[in-house]
């Protein structure tokens, strides 16, 4: 399986591509002004975090919005790329009223294929000052925190997720499993 790995420019991006490499997968990283085309041989995409916000700097992010729309593989958003998936598709993405850094414990609501063996919470890493408030319609809510309560999102044909925590990030319990869980739902 080839994954693409949207690179924004965020700190952990490697790390993704580290972890679904240990998965055995072949995974690239793939800078958004390449043209969208480049993601036909991809079985599916993920979208990482960086530093730029999608309510200011969605002009800064290359082809992303063309990534999204014009692709039709599984897609998992993580942190900025969750953020960029719901804005992209409908959603609301505002100032979070209090940002999220270090540990935070993310209630998982709905154990769907994203969240699969990670009920009924765990602790996740976060750096954001964004956040989704309202996911796209057709989108249900799987999981919350105190202060964010869209942490994880995924459409109506559990094809597009999107986690707002930092999987690859050693520091989340179970990071790995979101990986594997997102996997499995490629490959359906």
Sequence with gaps: ??????YFGGQYNHL???DLKYLGLNAVLITPEKPVEILKDYDC???????YSVITELNKMGNAVDYV???????????LGHQLLAK???GEVTKATKPEYGLVKVNINDEDTILR????SINAWESHTDEVISPPQGFRILANSENAKVQA?????NTIFG???????????????VFKNFIEACKK
Excluded: W, Y
């Design 117 to 120: 063996g990670l009920s009924p």
């Design 88 to 90: 992209v598709l409908g």
């Design 45 to 51: 995409i993920i979208f990482g975090g960086g530093p």
């Design 1 to 6: 399986m080839k994954i693409a790995v949207i």
């Design 16 to 18: 993704i591509v580290k």
């Design 153 to 157: 999102m995924v459409n109506k044909d």
């Design 69 to 79: 729309l014009r692709t039709s593989q599984p897609k998992l958003g993580i942190c």
């Design 163 to 177: 986690v707002q925590f930092h999987p690859e990030v050693k520091h989340t319990e179970k990071g790995i499993e």
